[in-house]
């Protein structure tokens, strides 16, 4: 079993940037690969970003690409998710997950642990 938690939302002007944490417990961590996946209201859930379980290989979405940067720190058993230039459409809560995998993936499907999510909301 792998225990997620997701910190950082909040409310940010359209343009600012948040940094989301993912704090892991349980099995080891270092051979998860991780990822970000939004769910916006009336929306279905979203892939943003993934990561392999050493930090080697990441993943976005298109929408994200260029402004949010996924990264790890495999000794703080922590995923982080900086998100700069925000959009009022990036607005959604935003959800960490982990897989027992090498590499991370984009589909929800493949990812058995999951947070609770944080809030992120963006004003224009």
């Known amino acids: 079993q792998v225990q997620l938690e997701e910190s950082g939302g909040g409310l940010v002007q359209a343009g600012g940037s948040l940094r989301l944490s993912c704090a892991a417990s349980?099995?080891?961590?270092?051979?998860?690969?991780m990822g970000w996946f939004r769910q916006a209201p009336g929306k279905e859930r979203e892939f943003v970003a993934a990561?392999?379980?050493?930090?080697?290989?990441?993943y976005y979405a298109d929408s994200v690409k260029g402004r949010f940067t996924i990264s790890r720190d495999n000794g703080k058993n922590t995923v982080y998710l900086q998100m700069n230039s925000l959009k009022p459409e990036d607005t959604a809560v935003y959800y960490c997950?982990?897989?027992?995998?090498?590499?991370?993936?984009?589909?929800?499907?493949?990812?058995?642990?999951w947070g609770q999510g944080t809030q992120v909301t963006v004003s224009s």
């Open positions: 349980g099995r080891s961590f270092s051979r998860q690969a």
């Open positions: 997950a982990a897989r027992t995998a090498n590499s991370g993936s984009k589909s929800s499907d493949e990812y058995a642990y």
């Open positions: 990561i392999s379980w050493i930090g080697a290989i990441t």
